[in-house]
């Protein structure tokens, strides 16, 4: 088992590009969980789906856009960075009736 | 909605000392979880301990220890034989049992913990 799985590890943008953060996970989880973690405030939910093509916005969703068109895979898209949104990304998974999280190994982006 | 807070940015305490974590948490929920999440500077995020609400015994795991006071919403976290490998930011963490928020996670902003040799 691989766990929860994100691509790319590291990327650079300009203001204006867009882009596409790739989660995978191989546990059969219903639930998943984009966060982005600024110093000093911890993880914040951006978006989340509770199951195969369904999404719901979290606490800080502007700018941001997702889909879960298979149960493994949850899509976070970015249509015009902004330097603000440089952060650390997190997915994470959770299945149903379940308690532990288990949380991807993060994405550093920067937004220059 | 709820809320978690950590008042302590950083802490620091020496190698096989004992060092303890605060959090606070608003919640009107009464079933719900609470974790410490570890970060090392890998940034991979570990569970260190999960406390259901609804158990009154505090939850333990090898040097790991919550003293979780449901009254006061209140849950610390209580490192002992504090090791040089302990050094991570530590996050709090709550999550709904239940209902359209189960699974979401709250955050508290951190505590950085430094173990000095």
């Known amino acids: 088992n691989a766990g929860v799985t994100q691509t790319p590890k590291f990327r650079v943008l300009k203001t204006g590009q867009s882009m596409t953060l790739l989660c995978a996970q191989d546990m059969n989880h219903e639930y998943m969980y984009w966060y982005r973690q600024d110093p000093g405030m911890g993880l914040r939910l951006i978006h989340y789906s509770v199951g195969e093509g369904t999404t719901a916005k979290g606490e800080v969703p502007d700018g941001y856009n997702v889909s879960r068109l298979k149960k493994q895979n949850f899509l976070l898209g970015l249509e015009s960075a902004a330097p603000s949104q440089t952060s650390v990304y997190f997915c994470?998974?959770?299945?149903?009736?379940?308690?532990?999280?288990?949380f991807g190994p993060g994405t550093r982006l920067t937004v220059l | 909605a709820q809320t978690v807070t950590q008042s302590q940015p950083e802490m620091s305490v020496q190698e096989a000392e004992t060092v303890t974590l605060s959090c606070t948490y608003d919640?009107?929920?009464?079933?719900?979880?609470l974790f410490w999440y570890k970060q090392p500077p890998s940034r991979q995020m570990i569970l260190v301990i999960r406390?259901?609400?609804?158990?009154?015994q505090n939850a333990t795991e090898n040097r790991f220890s919550v003293n979780f006071q449901k009254a006061a919403k209140s849950f610390s976290l209580k490192i002992s034989d504090s090791q040089l490998g302990d050094t991570a930011m530590y996050f709090c963490?709550?999550?709904?049992?239940?209902?359209?928020?189960?699974?979401?996670?709250?955050f508290g902003q951190g505590t950085i913990l430094t173990v000095h040799p």
């Open positions: 406390q259901e609400a609804y158990k009154q």
């Open positions: 963490a709550f999550m709904n049992a239940g209902g359209t928020s189960y699974g979401k996670l709250t």
């Open positions: 994470a998974s959770i299945g149903r009736g379940r308690v532990e999280q288990f």
């Open positions: 919640t009107s929920e009464n079933n719900y979880y």
